[in-house]
């Protein structure tokens, strides 16, 4: 009971903070309305914008006309967005989501973080070279052309963004698992030899008085123990090369 007890305490915490990643990334150019502030995370996402006509494309008719009103327009929005969730006209991508010990899906958000800093960049881009477009217009027809151009132009970014984080940073992570797995296989690792050290501080993790890490320490040692080999790995995975 006494193991079973340390063993729960000290991967329910761990678990626990690598569940939670999946919040999306957020969208700095976008703050809740003030509606969707004053009420809770469940009532909020029923609303809408009642300001902005919904629309599903920044190509759409209806976005045109917003952009020709503002270049800095933005999107629709239903409240705050939730765990996971992706707004498709929106520079986010939510955090991939682990329960298991793997740092290449640290590598892989990375990416994706990344990704959402491109498009935000681009965007910003469209947005200023629609600034200078409608500057130099006298009449409605001109600044719609000018916004129907930069409808396509944000649209292009959503659909870069859309490859970098599928694609490209899934291709991060191929390559990330795949080193990781020949380290583990060149310094001779395995969890068979590893597991009878990382049990034992598995079990004395509850015995800690006061702020001694007693975990971290004997983690330490038995990382000491097997040079070149992730002991995290025999704790709370799978060794490198065996899940796939």
Not at 171 to 187: D, I, L, M, N, P
Request: aromatic residues 4%; glycine residues 6%; proline residues 6%.
């Amino acid at each position: 009971m006494r193991r079973a007890g340390a063993v729960a305490a000290v991967v329910i915490v761990t678990l626990a903070a690598a569940c939670t990643r999946a919040a999306a990334t957020p969208d700095p150019s976008i703050a809740p309305t003030a509606a969707a502030a004053s009420v809770s995370p469940s009532a909020a996402v029923s609303l809408v914008d009642a300001a902005v006509p919904t629309f599903a494309a920044w190509t759409d008719d209806v976005a045109t006309a917003e952009i020709a009103k503002s270049c800095h327009a933005k999107p629709p929005r239903r409240g705050p967005l939730q765990e996971g969730e992706r707004d498709p006209l929106l520079c986010n991508l939510p955090w991939m989501q682990s329960c298991v010990y793997n740092p290449c899906h640290q590598k892989a958000d990375e990416c994706r973080g990344a990704c959402g800093d491109t498009c935000r960049t681009c965007d910003d881009a469209c947005a200023n070279t629609c600034d200078s477009c409608k500057g130099g217009c006298k009449d409605d027809a001109c600044r719609s052309a000018c916004a129907k151009s930069t409808g396509v132009c944000k649209q292009a970014c959503l659909t870069a963004i859309d490859h970098c984080g599928t694609a490209d940073c899934s291709a991060v992570g191929r390559a990330c698992y795949a080193e990781e797995t020949r380290k583990w296989k060149s310094h001779g690792c395995s969890c068979n030899r590893i597991r009878p050290c990382t049990d034992k501080c598995l079990e004395n993790a509850g015995k800690c008085t006061g702020d001694e890490d007693c975990f971290g320490k004997c983690k330490s040692a038995c990382a000491a123990r097997f040079p070149g080999c992730d002991v995290l790995y025999c704790i709370m995975g799978s060794e490198p090369g065996l899940d796939r």
